[in-house]
């Protein structure tokens, strides 16, 4: 992956440049982003531009042999980790299980769509009627990748997919890793809820934030994403109709919603609505204040923000993606879905009165 074949994120291409160039390369970086933006392709076009056997100044060649080895993510000295649990591709004790499991299907997965979401990981890892976790055996597996001589001379990437995931014990051994890092070993550590990973973690990470998509980068990645679009076109169909009933005060009819939303058939489906509707919110209270230029809506959709933006309350934006977020933390948690959507479409109702 070349940072040319990646659309937007010109600042943070910048800046990996200049490290690269500088020699002043941080051990660990966190990338956080909206689901969905590109981390994890900017990652490995860092690792790619650090490794180039003939590097440009703006990019790596993609023709030298380690070039061509991360492109197809065979390079030796290349770890992902990701949440997991046993499922229907991979049997076995959970606790014993490590990402070396899954690493085939997580690649696969990679190379098809390096934007891939997070319920699509799971249902091409075979577990999407499960949440998964970086667990113990996992933070055992790093410690032991990085225990052995690198194969070769140039930089090692352990790529770290959602560290949120991770444990109080795994976070404690990726710590040590961290705290006394291997000669040219960088970690990449890929976030889309930073507020959630241990604070002395992101404390060792050298943080940049990964912007959501404009519509023209989005047109530049659909030959990745066109699988998704039915099921995005589902939750912004739910999204708009929920917030509809909502500003018409149609508690039964919000309820209903709920139900349709708990009846989703995976909860990792239930978390990606909740994903999406906390980005409607969010371009709700951008529209809300006359900020529609820093939104990522879609052209065909802006009457319909602007409309609905001016009928619901101040504040209900702010107050609604709190609630939104608590539900995603509930679904994490394996608690009832039917209870999460219940209990958000009251709060959702109690955040359109005229004062919150």
Same mark, same amino acid.
């Given at each position: 992956?070349?940072?040319?074949? *990646? ?9 990996? &440049?200049?490290?690269? @160039? ?8 966190? %990338? ?37 080895? #991360? ?12 949440? &997991? ?48 976790? #970086? ?9 032991? @990748? ?11 990437? &352990?790529?770290?997919? %959602? ?32 507020? $959630? ?23 530049? *990645? ?20 929920? *917030? ?30 909740? &994903? ?30 602007? $409309? ?31 209870? *999460? ?16």
């Amino acid at each position: 992956m070349r940072f040319a074949d *990646i659309p937007g994120d010109a600042d943070v291409k910048r800046a990996m &440049i200049n490290m690269a @160039k500088s020699g002043r390369v941080p051990h660990a970086i966190m %990338l956080y982003e909206n689901e969905g933006c590109g981390a994890l392709a900017l990652g490995l076009a860092f690792l790619q531009y650090l490794n180039c056997q003939d590097r440009g100044e703006e990019d790596s060649c993609g023709q030298c042999r380690n070039c061509g080895q #991360i492109e197809r993510l065979t390079y030796p000295d290349l770890r992902f980790s990701f949440p &997991i649990t046993s499922g229907t591709k991979v049997s076995g004790a959970a606790k014993d299980l490590t990402c070396d499991a899954y690493s085939a299907l997580f690649k696969e997965l990679v190379l098809k769509n390096p934007y891939f979401a997070e319920n699509e990981l799971s249902a091409a890892l075979g577990i999407d009627k499960k949440s998964g976790l #970086i667990s113990v055996a996992e933070g055992k597996a790093i410690m032991q @990748k990085l225990s052995l001589a690198p194969v070769t001379d140039g930089w090692r990437g &352990i790529f770290v997919w %959602l560290p949120e995931k991770m444990n109080q014990q795994t976070a404690n051994m990726l710590l040590k890793s961290l705290e006394e890092p291997a000669e040219k070993t960088l970690f990449i550590l890929i976030t889309h809820s930073p507020e $959630s990973v241990l604070t002395t973690i992101t404390s060792r990470c050298q943080g940049m934030r990964v912007m959501p998509l404009t519509k023209e980068e989005k047109a530049k *990645i659909q030959k990745y994403t066109d699988s998704d679009d039915a099921e995005t076109s589902l939750y912004d169909e739910l999204f708009k109709s929920l *917030i509809e009933r909502l500003i018409a005060r149609d508690l039964a009819g919000s309820l209903e919603l709920g139900e349709a939303l708990a009846g989703l058939e995976s909860r990792e489906k239930q978390k990606a609505f909740c &994903i999406f509707a906390g980005e409607g919110v969010r371009s709700l209270m951008l529209y809300r204040r006359g900020l529609q230029h820093l939104s990522s809506v879609e052209e065909g959709d802006a009457a319909w923000y602007g $409309s609905a933006a001016q009928k619901l309350p101040d504040g209900f934006a702010e107050a609604a993606g709190a609630a939104i977020g608590r539900a995603a933390f509930l679904l994490e948690r394996n608690v009832l879905a039917k209870i *999460i959507f219940c209990n958000l479409v009251n709060r959702l109702f109690e955040c359109t009165k005229t004062k919150i």
